[in-house]
């Protein structure tokens, strides 16, 4: 019983998982009016970061690949986790602690795409297994 119980957790564990992933997903995007009034941002560059978002969730893909094998999951997903939250945190925060707030913007969209790429590599096949 307390071995399906400890499965539960770690399917509920992913679930959350995959909200954090939609949330770094879709932070920019639904910001995209209030950033660019607020910062005078255009549209270019409220488009690159959407891009710089998915170019290293990819990248994160096919390097870590391997490293999640050799080295086991746990750590990736909880680094993925991490990174996320210090992301969305940066993100936030970056009109404050940078001069250049798309300069800011880019560098936690860099940060928090990384843990969204761990997290898309790494938790369907949790959650499959």
């Known amino acids: 019983m307390s071995n399906k119980n400890s499965y539960k957790s770690t399917i509920y564990a992913c679930y959350l998982g995959n909200f954090v992933l939609a949330a770094v997903i879709n932070a920019t995007p639904i ?18 970061l959407v891009l710089v978002n998915f170019i ?54 860099i940060i928090f795409s990384c843990g969204g790429g761990l997290l898309e590599l790494l938790l369907s096949p949790i959650v499959n297994a």
């Open 31 to 48: 910001l995209f009016l209030t950033l660019m009034g607020k910062y005078d941002l255009s549209f270019e560059q409220m488009g690159r």
């Open 56 to 109: 290293t969730q990819v990248a994160i893909d096919l390097i870590f690949s391997r490293f999640a094998d050799r080295y086991g999951v746990r750590v990736f997903v909880v680094a993925a986790q991490l990174l996320a939250f210090s992301g969305l945190m940066l993100f936030g925060l970056a009109p404050v602690i940078f001069t250049n707030a798309y300069t800011g913007f880019t560098v936690a969209t």
